[in-house]
């Protein structure tokens, strides 16, 4: 039976909630293998939007057991609301099984995630100050906190001592902040592992014997290929392996095992934080000004381009066919999730980014030298839109305008890959299937 990776092909926010929640029923488990709460996706349940941020998706459905795998550093607070917010809306959790071995967030992560970024000031990355990157920090380091450790109160309490021997010399030394005590972590730490202690599991072991068993299971990413720690537009980017790889790192199952990749694709593109986006259409109150700036804001208003995390506004520009090939190489892309092509039925023309240009070069590839990429310049193909045609209701993908189909005809040709989802619309049912089947 197939397992499959869900990844997101751009810089995160690609829709990547709505097509896992479609999918997740044809699956026994739905496996979280990055990232901690600084991603968010948007579900469906019962016609109320409800924001998921460390529990997969796989939640909502009897059929799957949802995991939160050893590569997701997680908030035991985050966690538990989450936890009581689902239980509340009637969604049980008892499936949940987390990793022993993920990595907990402290509070000291958060001071130093925040503080951090003040003083960056201007150059700031753009993180969420969730304290995801000083978390993975540790890991790296050796001298992080695992979920397992919350279990031990003499283990607990010796491992954060020796930590805030640090942590506190850091906050107070180097950013003028107030320290944090060993009791006040535990007090408000320990009691966290009451109730997560029923969910903990070797999640690896689980899952390899799932394979064995010819279970059906899907890896749910968070965040995208250009956050990739190692594959995105560096340093601003996250502080895991956003990229289909990291699937058998943070979840302990081999490569190959994983069957499908499936990147989920924006009808244009948009991105949340700092650094580089060659085809983004400046606001006018960054400094935008004419055309772009009105296609701009008309792509954030009707695509309702705010972060489920942050509530920030996001960056918004036309689709980028150099990160669709570059997204379709390193992830080993073998389908498409086409999301929101219904917000373009706004234009009369719509531009697809075809090549870069930069001192007189051209890139038909994504550059990974800096320099390169904050100063290219998109190259576009200019399409024309079907303004005025509502594509909500279409139930195949013949019903689409000819000009619709010949945009996402043109995506694969761009991509090299088939957009098997096409969505069109918010819910379940405005969504068309091209070949993707299990």
Request: proline share 4%; net charge negative.
């Amino acid at each position: 039976m197939p397992n499959v990776v869900l990844v997101g092909a751009q810089w995160g926010d690609e829709g990547k909630g709505k097509v896992t929640d479609l999918i997740a029923p044809q699956f026994d488990y739905v496996v979280r293998y990055q990232g901690g709460n600084n991603a968010g996706h948007t579900v469906i349940n019962g016609g109320k939007k409800l924001a998921l941020h460390l529990i997969p998706s796989g939640v909502m459905y009897k059929s799957a057991i949802p995991v939160i795998g050893n590569g997701v550093v997680v908030n035991p607070q985050v966690l538990v609301e989450e936890m009581q917010m689902l239980e509340s809306e009637g969604l049980s959790c008892e499936r949940l099984k987390i990793s022993c071995d993920a990595h907990v967030i402290m509070p000291y992560h958060i001071a130093l995630d925040q503080a951090s970024e003040f003083k960056l000031g201007k150059n700031e990355i753009g993180t969420t100050n969730r304290g995801i990157g000083p978390c993975y920090q540790d890991k790296a380091a050796r001298s992080g906190i695992r979920i397992q450790d919350l279990l031990d109160e003499k283990v607990f309490r010796m491992k954060v001592a020796a930590a805030l021997e640090v942590k506190n010399a850091i906050l107070e030394k180097v950013y003028g902040k107030e320290g944090f005590t060993l009791e006040e972590i535990c007090d408000a730490y320990l009691p966290y592992a009451d109730v997560i202690r029923p969910h903990m599991a070797e999640t690896a072991l689980m899952l390899n014997q799932a394979v064995r068993m010819g279970k059906n299971i899907l890896f749910e990413g968070a965040q995208g290929t250009l956050l990739d720690i190692d594959h995105g537009t560096y340093p601003f980017v996250t502080s895991s392996a956003c990229c289909a790889g990291g699937a058998a790192t943070g979840s302990g199952v081999g490569p190959t095992a994983i069957d499908r990749v499936l990147g989920i694709q924006k009808a244009y593109v948009t991105r949340v934080g700092a650094g580089p986006f060659p085809t983004e259409l400046l606001y006018a109150e960054n400094g935008g000004e004419g055309q772009d700036a009105i296609d701009g804001d008309i792509l954030c208003t009707e695509g309702h381009e705010y972060g489920v995390t942050t509530g920030r506004k996001r960056r918004c520009g036309w689709f980028d066919a150099v990160i669709a090939r570059y997204a379709a190489e390193v992830n080993g892309l073998t389908d498409i999730a086409l999301t929101k092509l219904d917000v373009l039925s706004a234009f009369d023309e719509i531009k697809i980014c075809v090549a870069y240009e930069c001192n007189g070069e051209t890139y038909d590839y994504f550059p990974m030298q800096q320099s390169v990429l904050f100063h290219a310049k998109p190259l576009y193909k200019t399409m024309p839109g079907w303004k005025g045609q509502d594509i909500t209701g279409a139930k195949s993908f013949e019903d689409l305008p000819q000009t619709c189909q010949d945009y996402v005809l043109e995506i694969e040709r761009l991509s090299g890959v088939r957009a098997s989802i096409v969505s069109v619309g918010p819910d379940h049912d405005q969504t068309l299937l091209r070949g993707w089947d299990l």
